[in-house]
């Protein structure tokens, strides 16, 4: 059916945007209520590449099992990741196994199997670019499309958030470049992140993903107009020489759970990087994808209610976790600060799980973190 001919369909839920964000609400509201009529629109054709690490903390995989979605079959081919090397600012390292395994699988690859996952769920998927978001007095118009509640999962450049809110403030993108390369000698099965006081805060990333092959990458939280691609380039290779050919090299914006706007009563939610949730330790964003994206699409069938409802839900699962991520954010901007806490993680594994789970997923600031930051 073309776009012109379904101008007076009436969906319950629109999604925009199939990345995992998108994909969670839609299974959440189907499961939420059962028979209820789901569109999720992207503007690409699966399978399709997403500039990212393709690391995945094994907490978003809790998440999707929750949403009923295979994750054996998702993570297929892909083995574990079991260990983490960590190498702070000032040179300090540590490498300890993962309290729970991560994976490494690309997003070509992950994002069609969790849209297979959804499409088997019974959402409905069209190819469409939406261009146009806009409130009626009883429900949400989608370039003609109505619907009674849309949730805006369609990225860091979010067409539905440039609708409601003003850009993020400053401080709160960050900039990276990602490639692909051979998997480096001695680097099987071992994550390894490489930090930098050069235009701290930014570090460069190799995440083998077990087939012989490592997403290779460098970032930077943007304090200023953007830096040129030739001078990203050569902070990256000071960093960490990638040594040998990259290929697939390309650069995407985060925005950080810092800058994230506030989540207004109606009908129109925003879920995943369209909301701005990226963490700004790691960078990490498919766990707070499915999470915001789960929550948003239970609250979706609660018409104008449902904004009320997602904020309330996300304040219940997030809202510490976010206050302790921004405070931390705000501790480190003195890189000897990430030093003291590598040195913590060295004399402590507990130290290191509770710092990756802040880093990954929903965890919060221990006395035990908090004691090592201070040291
Ligand atoms: C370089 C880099 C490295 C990263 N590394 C990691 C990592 O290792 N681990 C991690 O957890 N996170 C990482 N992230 C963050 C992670 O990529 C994002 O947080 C995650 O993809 C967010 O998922 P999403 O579903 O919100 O958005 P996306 O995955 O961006 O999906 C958005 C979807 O919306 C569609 N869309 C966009 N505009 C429109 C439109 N107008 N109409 C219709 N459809 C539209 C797109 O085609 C896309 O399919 C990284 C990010 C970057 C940039």
Redesign the pocket.
Known sequence: MTHEESDSERWDVIV???????CAAAVAACRTRPGARVLL????DFP?D????????AEAFDVLAELGMDAAAIADGYPPVERLRLAAPGGTEVERPLARPAHVIPRRVLDARIVAEALRQGVVLRQ???RSVESTPDGVTVDGLRADVVVG????ES?VRRALHPAPPAGTVAL?F?AYADEPAGQTGTQVITMTSAHWPAYAWS?PDGTGRANV?Y?EVLTAAPPSRAAMLERWDALAPAGGPRDALRA?R?PLSTGRPPIPDGRILL????QCL?NPLT???????VRSGQLAGRAALAGARAGTLYRRAMRGALGRHFRHTTLLARGTRAPRIIDAAVRACRRDQRVFDDLLRIGLADGLLTPRLVTGLRR
């Open positions: 925009v945007g199939a990345g995992p964000a998108g629109l992207d503007r690409s399709r997403k500039v990212c690490g393709d690391g995945i903390a469409h670019a939406v999962a369609d990225g860091a067409v990276a990602r995440f990458g970032g995407h985060l879920v995943g990087d369209a990226i960078g990490e964003g498919i766990f707070y994808a």
